[in-house]
């Protein structure tokens, strides 16, 4: 019995799926339908958009020996050598550390500004810097670096001159920049102890302040953490080895010139403002495990 | 049954085992593409005794190039096939080497089109003033990866943050130049062309063009005292620099590039005064000359005419 009903049910849902599955039109004396037929789906829709890709990031660590050169720096270039570590959880995700030693090289502003100025003080130019007191002030960034997340959103092929073949991909970066600034001012030089404030003396009268910020500390060393972002692009020469050109900007609280910024007539910690320090890089990216799998 | 697409694999209707004929230069044989529904790496897919089902609904929208670039795509099911097949039974369908497309063919042609470009470029390297750069370019693709062309730009000018801060500073007053337009003829080439994939999903074709041109500026001196005439030196600038191209449709690509403007230009001297070269002429004749490097980097966008292109060649 159980049997029997357990067929005829079989059978009834059999025929109403066939029922419902048929088209409408499916008998030559019907009308078709009003509404116009759905696409036919592409066998490609929900594929992937390349099949059998070299996955050479995923699950891969990055080494890359890099050097570093500021874009545009006002006062001093901050060139160096250094090494990126990053890890791909994933074809587009990684995380990561950069780590920059950097000597610093004056902008061709300094050079033309250097030679004009006096090399000691006129008391008729007050406000004039000496060559020492600019050229002190400034300040240089021995060590920078930052810890990011990447996304490696964009991956490709690219042909050069018909002949070269190569893998490349590009990545966008965010995180967390690190700076050590450096300034050495010779006490003999920045010799105001208190700038823009009035002070007393000896006797307890009031003494102004001087209104003379080239002889002002010039605030801007120390450590420093801002934001970091930066976009670049991998070109795979081999499955483990990439070129890296990047654009990486480290932007923290910074005052270049160590000078008055803000017209106050002293150097204070409110001249320093938050400034993008823009880099491009160039390293040679080493992926490791050396061997790179595939997708289906 | 399905109709074949029109041009979409080179399949001829109909049932039975009228294969297509050889092409050029095949060696006649056919293959044997087995039980695989689907194989072979064009778009179309055996579906039953003797028919093929090309897809007549998914035909490419004019100017489309990720619709085209679908056409081209396999299924995935790339399959070695051996030249030595058993030979075909009756009722079996058959394709060519020719219905196989093993490389795609570039989505993107250029030759004998013209490209109408408008662009914005600012400056890259000058840390006392900023051009922003406004223009447009026309060139014509002589070949695919040859082109001539001829741009204009115009330029406006803000002064950066060193600007102020020397003269506050240093108490010094940095001489500079603004520009105000430049002309040139260039000459492109594009050796680098590819694709990529964007989180996997969209396929999009760029290309690298290098640039290398000759042209004219119009630089015009900012007196450091407003009391002086400014003067204007129309200055030889040759220029070359290097494009990323990405294709969005048939007629449409958007830009971005580095070029580098090198000229001489003229500087109002240093030392200029009420006494010393007040007047324009004068300040333009003792000038100081300085080798620039006009840095810019530029965004645009292109136009491509005619609107669409055609292949010549086999796919």
């Known amino acids: 019995m159980n049997k029997h009903l357990i067929t005829t049910l079989s059978v009834g849902l059999a025929l109403q799926f066939a029922v419902s599955a048929t088209p409408a039109f499916a008998d030559d004396n019907a009308e078709p339908p009003a509404a116009a037929p759905a696409r036919k789906p592409n066998k490609l829709d929900g594929q992937p958009a390349v099949r059998n890709r070299l996955l050479l990031v995923k699950g891969r660590a990055e080494l890359t020996p890099l050097f570093e050169s500021t874009i545009n720096a006002d006062f001093r270039h901050i060139v160096g050598g250094g090494a990126k570590l990053e890890y791909h959880f994933s074809d587009m995700f990684s995380v990561g550390v950069v780590g920059v030693f950097s000597t610093s090289i004056d902008t061709g502003l300094v050079k033309k500004i250097v030679p004009t100025l006096p090399m000691d003080h006129d008391p008729t130019k007050p406000r004039e810097p000496t060559r020492t007191e600019f050229t002190q002030h400034l300040n240089s960034m021995p060590i920078h670096g930052a810890a990011y997340v990447s996304l490696t959103p964009w991956y490709g092929k690219l ?3 018909s002949k070269a073949f190569v893998n490349f991909d590009f990545y966008f970066q965010a995180g967390v920049s690190f700076a050590q600034l450096k300034s050495s001012c010779d006490a003999s030089i920045c010799s105001d102890q208190h700038p823009g404030e009035t002070t007393t003396n000896a006797a307890g009268d009031p003494v102004p302040p001087d209104d003379n910020p080239n002889n002002d500390a010039p605030l801007n060393n120390g450590a420093r953490v801002g934001l970091y972002l930066a976009g670049g692009i991998h070109v795979f020469l081999k499955d483990f080895i990439a070129l890296d050109l990047g654009v990486r900007d480290y932007a923290f609280s910074d005052n270049p010139s160590g000078a008055d910024f803000n017209a106050d007539l002293a150097v204070k910690k409110e001249d320093s403002r938050f400034l993008s320090h823009l880099f491009v890089g160039f390293g040679v990216s080493i992926m490791l495990p050396a061997k790179a799998k595939r997708t289906r | 049954m399905a109709k074949p697409k029109a041009g979409a694999g080179g399949a001829k209707p109909g049932s039975g085992s ?6 050029p230069g095949d060696d006649g044989g056919e293959i044997e593409m087995g039980d695989d529904a689907g194989s072979g790496s064009g778009s179309g897919s055996a579906s039953g005794e003797g028919e093929i089902d090309m897809g007549a ?15 081209d795509g396999g299924d995935g099911t790339d399959k070695p096939v051996k030249g030595d097949a058993p030979a075909p039974k009756l009722g079996d369908y058959q394709l060519s080497w ?19 470009r408008a662009m914005a470029g600012t400056t890259m390297n000058d840390n006392i003033v900023r051009h922003y750069a406004f223009g447009g370019e026309l060139s014509y693709y002589l070949t695919d990866v040859l082109a001539i062309g001829l741009e204009g730009q115009y330029y406006q000018h803000q002064f950066r943050e060193p600007f102020d801060l020397v003269a506050r500073q240093a108490r010094r007053l940095p001489t500079v130049n603004q520009y105000n337009f430049s002309g040139a003829l260039n000459f492109h080439y594009v050796p680098v062309y590819g694709k990529f994939a964007v989180l996997d999903k969209k396929i999009v074709t760029w290309e690298v063009a290098f640039t290398a041109g000759i042209g004219a500026l119009q630089s015009e001196v900012v007196p450091r005292d407003k009391r002086f005439g400014a003067f204007k030196s129309i200055l030889i600038s040759p220029n070359v620099g290097a494009d990323m191209r990405f294709f969005l449709f048939k007629s449409l690509t958007i830009n971005a590039g580095i070029r580098d403007y090198i000229f001489v230009d003229k500087f109002e001297p240093v030392n200029r005064s009420e006494s010393m070269y007040p007047t324009a002429d004068e300040a333009k004749a003792h000038a100081d000359t300085s080798l620039i490097n006009n840095v810019m980097f530029q965004l645009s966008v292109s136009l491509w005419l005619p609107t669409t ?3 010549h060649t086999f796919r």
């Open chain 2, 18 to 23: 009228a294969a297509p004929a050889p092409a």
């Open chain 1, 159 to 161: 042909a050069a001159f």
């Open chain 2, 98 to 116: 020719r219905d196989i497309v093993t490389v795609i063919r570039k989505p993107f042609l250029k030759l004998k089109r013209t490209e109408l």
């Open chain 2, 309 to 311: 292109f055609e292949y």
């Open chain 2, 57 to 71: 609904e998914d035909t490419p929208k004019e100017g489309d190039l990720n619709a085209d670039l679908a056409a």
